[in-house]
């Protein structure tokens, strides 16, 4: 995508293994050079309960992706155990919003307002709140409202292969 001018940056989840292992930021920047593809189109997605494995070598592995130009979003927040104080003092970019919470939101509910919260936390932190689970089109109003600031699932775009998304992109 890169190559032919589409300015978009690539998601990848990485497991609790990988976050700890010391030499995983060379393998990525290995990865990108031979790929040709700038760091900043790189988004490597990290749960809480991934960050909590090991924190420590967690924290500093994800500052020196941050340092080499990759995004952090970390990807089902709120359905983990970690300490608010790791969101703060971590290199991130964005949280995800779990689609348990997304799911079931409606007006009033408990679900609504951790959905609300989550958004506020995140802007108060200079972070993107990403919406997951969007599988109906009516609750694309609701988190716009709320000030989320992307969303993604079943009502935006099934998954699809490299060709098929190069043309729905």
């Known amino acids: 995508w890169h190559r032919i001018g589409l300015d978009i940056a690539v998601a990848v ?21 031979r790929a040709g593809v ?9 749960t809480e309960s991934a960050l909590m494995s090991d924190p420590a070598t967690a924290r500093a592995v994800l ?57 506020d936390l995140a802007h108060h932190l200079q972070l993107r709140a990403v919406a997951e689970g969007v599988e109906d089109w009516s609750i694309l109003p609701e988190l716009e409202a709320l000030g989320c600031d992307a969303a993604q699932g079943y009502a935006i775009s099934h998954p699809l292969a490299g060709p098929d998304a190069t043309r729905w992109l």
């Open 13 to 33: 989840n990485i497991s609790a293994q990988v976050l700890v292992d010391q030499s995983f930021t060379e393998q990525v920047m290995t990865a990108l050079r």
């Open 63 to 119: 500052r020196e992706l941050d340092t080499l130009g990759c995004e952090i979003s970390i990807d089902d927040f709120g359905t983990g155990y970690s300490s608010l104080a790791y969101l703060a003092d971590l290199p991130v970019s964005e949280v995800k919003i779990d689609r348990s919470f997304v799911s079931r939101m409606s007006a009033g509910s408990s679900e609504r307002i951790i959905v609300n919260s989550t958004i």
């Open 38 to 46: 700038p760091p900043q189109r790189l988004k490597l997605e990290v």
